[in-house]
């Protein structure tokens, strides 16, 4: 997450809960969150394979609209937003590596990290990219994926 929110709690769930729905209309229960709450710090999420680790994510992003429950990011309730609003708000305020990565092979590390900003409108700083790449360990590793 890229907040100014420093203190307490920067995502909150209540009720979480999403299905898939088979072809013979069956659904199927892959998720139930009473209550998540994380900010302020580094939050692990574990769990064995299968048992919606990212499924909730794709949930707490706002990628995946939950079956019922409410996601609050930064105070803002995602289920009122539209999904123009959902990737203009994940544009601004969160990053996601996925399990498959998405990234492009053929541009380095820090090309991959650019096109959010770019497409933000938003100028690098470059004394700020090079602290955001050195706090999560990319620093000398920016020549590692062209
Ligand atoms: N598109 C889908 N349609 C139907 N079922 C799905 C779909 N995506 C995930 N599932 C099911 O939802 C459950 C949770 O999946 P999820 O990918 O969140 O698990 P996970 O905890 O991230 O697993 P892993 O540690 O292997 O990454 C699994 O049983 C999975 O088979
Ligand atoms: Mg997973």
Redesign the pocket.
Known sequence: MDTDVRQGTMVEADGLAKN?VSGDGSA?R??DVVRFAAGGGMTAIA??????????LYCLSGLEAPCRGSVRVLVEDLSAKDQRGLAIFRRAHIGFVF?SYNLVPAMSVLDNVMPPLTLAGRKAEPGRLSARMSRFRLIGHDDDMA
């Open positions: 898939f199927t892959v998720l769990g064995p394979s299968g048992c919606g680790k990212s499924i909730l399990q």
